[in-house]
């Protein structure tokens, strides 16, 4: 699986995806046997929501090899190409007032796709609350793995759907999903449609990639989805939807994969360690990689995932839980280095690329 850049709409595409319609950017995913996943955005994205967009795609295509249904997702990446799957990234919100909505394809709506670093992702603006996980999920779902009671499946794990269905039934009947009884119209429309399952399993992977931590409601504990869902945060999930927990780690990664383009807006320090006093961090504590970009002196709080951090073009520290003594650093090719903690369930092993200085509880060393 590749990915490619950013471009204007290719002339295939272009007759229905056109100018009038306020489409002029493509990219796309490359699935295994060669097909794109494509991914056609309006004129008021920004290209860092379109490379978001992308790589959380990528991130759900990408092998896990250690789970059930994901060690090998090429059948998933080609389904999808295969059956023609679209995301259109789609100006504004989902107001009904967009033709482009009429086209064939996933939406995801301007605003609705948060970057790493940018305000709504800092602040955890549920205004702006980000759909990114949940919409191109859906897709996936819809395309790639598949969906049980249609005329057709037409997705390669049927296997994984029939688990994904039962934990949904049983979600449903043990009131953990589907809850609120403002919501008994929506879930009357989910059934006729035949999107229970996927309605279902994309609230439980909000809640495991933490975009309902920094929910905050008169009951602190009102869970994800709009309160929705009875799991606010991946603990809750083992505990309170063992089924969920176990379809998750039958397909997804427990962090996210791709490289999170941190947005050049940020300025300050930007901490993949969860801080209950910084929102975002709900989040960001599964990032595993991160490029700064822009020319703000940004410094990073690493984390225990083996970081792969690159600086931009100001001047950037990362910093590092524990004192000097316990990190080997060993200079690689060009401004490359290669930080390692010595201590048990420390920050692992960090690959660092253009950072000026390392941050330790007992000192600071430049690079």
Not at 35 to 47: E, F, K, R
Not at 87 to 103: H, I, V
């Amino acid at each position: 699986m590749t990915v490619v850049g950013i471009s204007s709409v290719p002339k295939a595409l272009s007759d229905k995806y056109t100018k009038a319609l306020r489409f002029d950017r493509y990219t796309a995913v490359i699935a295994p046997n060669g097909q794109p996943i494509h991914i056609i955005a309006q004129d008021q994205l920004s290209n860092n929501q379109i490379a978001r967009a992308r790589s959380v795609l990528a991130h759900y295509l990408t092998n896990y090899t250690s789970s059930k249904y994901g060690r090998d997702k090429s059948s998933v990446a080609n389904k999808m190409a295969g059956n023609g799957a679209t995301l259109l990234l789609l100006n504004g919100s989902d107001d009904g007032k967009n033709p482009a909505s009429e086209l064939d394809g996933q939406p995801l709506y301007q605003n609705e796709i948060q970057v790493e670093g940018d305000e709504w992702y800092i602040k955890q603006d549920y205004k702006h609350r980000d759909a990114t996980f949940e919409e191109i999920l859906h897709m996936v779902h819809d395309t790639g793995i598949g969906v049980d009671q249609n005329q057709e499946f037409i997705g390669s794990l049927p296997a994984y759907q029939n688990e994904i269905r039962s934990a949904q039934v049983r979600a449903m009947t043990d009131d953990i999903w589907g809850l609120g009884n403002d919501n008994k119209d929506w879930i009357i429309e989910l059934t006729t449609e035949n999107s229970l399952s996927q309605e279902y399993l994309a609230a439980v992977i909000d809640s495991y990639y933490g975009l309902w931590g920094a929910w905050k409601q008169k009951d602190l504990n009102s869970g994800g989805m709009w309160g929705i869902y009875i799991a606010k945060t991946r603990a809750d999930i083992k505990t309170k939807d063992p089924l969920g927990a176990v379809l998750i780690g039958g397909f997804f990664h427990p962090y996210l994969t791709y490289n999170a383009r941190i947005d050049e807006s940020f300025d300050g320090t930007f901490s993949l360690k969860y801080n209950e006093l910084k929102p975002y961090t709900n989040h960001s504590r599964y990032l595993k990689d991160v490029s700064l970009t822009g020319n703000k002196n940004t410094n990073v709080v690493v984390n225990e995932l083996d970081n792969d951090i690159t600086g931009n073009s100001g001047s950037n520290t990362v910093i590092f839980s524990g004192d000097v003594d316990n990190y080997t650093i060993t200079k690689l090719s060009g401004h490359s280095y290669l930080v390692e903690d010595h201590r048990d369930s420390g920050d692992g092993k960090v690959t660092l690329h253009k950072i000026e200085n390392l941050k330790f509880n007992n000192a600071i060393e430049k690079l």
